[in-house]
């Protein structure tokens, strides 16, 4: 019996396929898009301001709420927050990238990518209440510029209107070193994929042709490994765009649009606010995917 299923199978490698592919893609359309499908829906509902129920009749409403300049000043905020962490990375993971393609031993390199990954090993709560404390007003920081004798700057800094706050650990400048910190690995290794797959001959070619490393840099070594960038930039900002733990945590008043989501849909209970909430940064990310796809983000990945 065994026997003849194996060679039907076999005979049939189409079948084969399908029977692999079925279980997966039935997960991802019954859970994954279901649950944007559910989300969808709801978000044409709205809460009655009376009632406090939600009422299940198709309205535009809730969405004329995303307009309004609260919610304006929401997804502008968060997705200046996505796009400063994203070019952060992109600034630091470069070099180290570019160092363990170019120039590590098989050795070092693979204790590189230990340390690289290490972080990711670890509870992603226990990586941010490890920076709650570091950036709080008794951390180590606050620790080192008492030291050095540069409370003085470091009270100067948190007066900022925007950036500061009481501390570090309570400032929009507390979010963007954590966001930084826990996406970083997410866009040195697609960079140090993009960066081994430049053959080393054209680097040659370009010194041989009389270019100075700065030239050769610019319009032969970026260009070819810029499909990298772009293929982390898809990581650090997505994540950082929906992410609700690390502005709550390190957070002051102002909300970013996986805090808001989480806050209408758990206090005030406005599941077609939250739901129509979520569909905003669900439409940045396919746009920006588009605009990826285009730079050849995806060879890279």
Known sequence: MLNRISTYLYQRPSLVLLLL??????????????????????????????????????????????????????????????ALVTLASAVIAFPLAYYTARFASARWKTTLYILITLPLWSSYLVRVYSWKLILAQEGIISWFAHVLWLDGLLDWYLKLPGIGGPSLSVSATGVFLVFVYIWLPYMILPIQTALERVPRSLLEASGDLGATPSQTFWTVLLPLSFPGVIAGSIFTFSLSLGDFIVPSMFGNSSYYIGKAVLSFQGTSGNIPLAAAFTMGPIVIMLTYLLIARKLGAFDAL
Do not use: C, H
Request: aromatic share 20%; hydrophobic share 55%.
């Open 21 to 82: 592919l079925v279980p997966p893609l039935a997960w991802f359309a019954v859970v994954y898009l279901g649950s944007l499908a559910s989300l969808l829906v709801n978000s044409f509902f709205y809460l009655d301001d009376f009632t406090g129920k939600v009422v299940t009749k198709f309205t535009l409403r809730t969405y004329a709420q995303l307009f309004e300049p609260a919610s304006l000043d929401i997804f502008f905020r968060t997705t200046l927050m996505a």
